[in-house]
């Protein structure tokens, strides 16, 4: 059974720093790709960054970029979200979600795994 459990998150002021961590059982490292996603309250939820199974690729939204860092650690199994510079529109609450297959995807739909996320609220 698969199963991807979040945390790292909390409250935190803006400028602060926060990091996620997405610990995978069920899955081995090396077969999946790991996205996070974010919902914020009353908005559609979006994504955020992804990670390459190989860890090789990365990518970023452009709300994020140059802010927050996607890794991957094979021997623990787990992806993690480095936040930096948070500002107020970070708060939300985030996901991880995993795929297996090759290719970085942006969308809900190609993720067949989700955690059941962890609350990141930024407060100025």
């Known amino acids: 059974q698969v199963r991807l459990v979040e945390s790292g998150g909390g409250s935190v002021q803006a400028g602060g720093s926060l990091r996620l961590s997405c610990a995978a059982s069920?899955?081995?490292?090396?077969?999946?790709?790991t996205a996070w996603f974010r919902q914020a309250p009353g908005k559609q939820r979006e994504w955020v960054a992804v990670?390459?199974?190989?860890?090789?690729?990365?990518d970023y939204a452009d709300s994020v970029k140059g802010r927050f860092t996607i890794s991957k650690d094979d021997a623990k199994n787990t992806v993690e979200l480095q936040m930096n510079s948070l500002n107020t529109e970070d708060t939300a609450m985030y996901y991880c979600?995993?795929?297996?297959?090759?290719?970085?995807?942006?969308?809900?739909?190609?993720?067949?795994?989700w955690g059941q996320g962890t609350q990141v609220t930024v407060s100025s």
């Open positions: 069920g899955l081995r490292s090396n077969t999946y790709s």
């Open positions: 990670i390459h199974r190989s860890g090789a690729a990365t």
């Open positions: 979600a995993a795929r297996i297959g090759n290719g970085l995807q942006y969308r809900e739909s190609e993720y067949n795994y």
